[in-house]
T-cell receptor, first 111, second 112 residues
Framework: QKEVEQDPGPLSVPEGAIVSLNCTYS??????FMWYRQYSRKGPELLMY????GNKEDGRFTAQVDKSSKYISLFIRDSQPSDSATYLC???????????FGPGTSLSVIP | NAGVTQTPKFQVLKTGQSMTLQCAQD?????MYWYRQDPGMGLRLIYY???????DKGEVPNGYNVSRLNKREFSLRLESAAPSQTSVYFC???????????FGPGTRLTVT
């Protein structure tokens, strides 16, 4: 079993839709959870992070962590064509430890 | 600030050739990382350096060597390239006790 699993997609939605992206993980010791966005032929950029369980909201983006289920989610409201990218979940044990990435979900938002 | 820079951007090698990928960061970060990204596999850690003078193996270190030349620079060397090393290589850096990694633009390597 891979340490972090993520549905690769591709996921295609119409503009304005609510998008739900998810990851599961196997190591219950993970404490830091991150979502990176990667545009085509670019390096990943941090979108959101969450420490331990709970929700975090930033504009149209909401990150959720459910440690009891070992499941994290990223919700995008009012999706825009500019949201079309690959979204990578990532997690680490501590704030200075190595980071383990999921394989990424490719998202296309159609105008 | 340039952030994280990588050279070259593209490279084609023949099997058995060697090359070094260069990475530099100007953010005074302690930790630096080398990843490879392949379709369906996500980012896999090759080597990392938690601080100047230290390096550690990641998930897929075979066929690679690294050098942390100073706090700014972290290079990745392929001694004898193989077609299985065809990939996109990303360098990243991270500040002390910070969660965010900053990535370079990547090097697209093809080994024929």
């Amino acid at each position: 079993q891979k340490e972090v699993e993520q549905d690769p997609g591709p996921l295609s939605v119409p503009e304005g839709a609510i998008v739900s992206l998810n990851c599961t993980y196997s190591n219950s010791a993970f404490q830091y959870f991150m979502w990176y966005r990667q545009y085509s032929r670019k390096g990943p950029e941090l979108l959101m992070y969450t420490y331990s369980s709970g929700n975090k909201e930033d504009g149209r983006f909401t990150a959720q962590v459910d440690k009891s289920s070992k499941y994290i989610s990223l919700f995008i409201r009012d999706s825009q064509p500019s949201d079309s990218a690959t979204y990578l979940c990532a997690m680490s044990l501590t704030s200075y430890d190595k980071v383990i990435f999921g394989p990424g979900t490719s998202l296309s938002v159609i105008p | 600030n340039a952030g994280v820079t990588q050279t070259p951007k593209f490279q084609v090698l023949k099997t058995g050739q060697s090359m070094t990928l260069q990475c530099a960061q100007d953010m005074n970060h302690n930790s630096m990382y080398w990843y490879r990204q392949d379709p369906g596999m996500g980012l896999r850690l090759i080597y990392y350096s938690a601080s100047e003078g230290t390096t550690d193996k990641g998930e897929v270190p075979n066929g690679y060597n690294v050098s942390r030349l100073n706090k700014r620079e972290f290079s990745l060397r392929l001694e004898s390239a193989a077609p299985s090393q065809t990939s996109v290589y990303f360098c990243a850096s991270r500040g002390l006790a910070l969660y965010e990694q900053y990535f370079g633009p990547g090097t697209r390597l093809t080994v024929t």
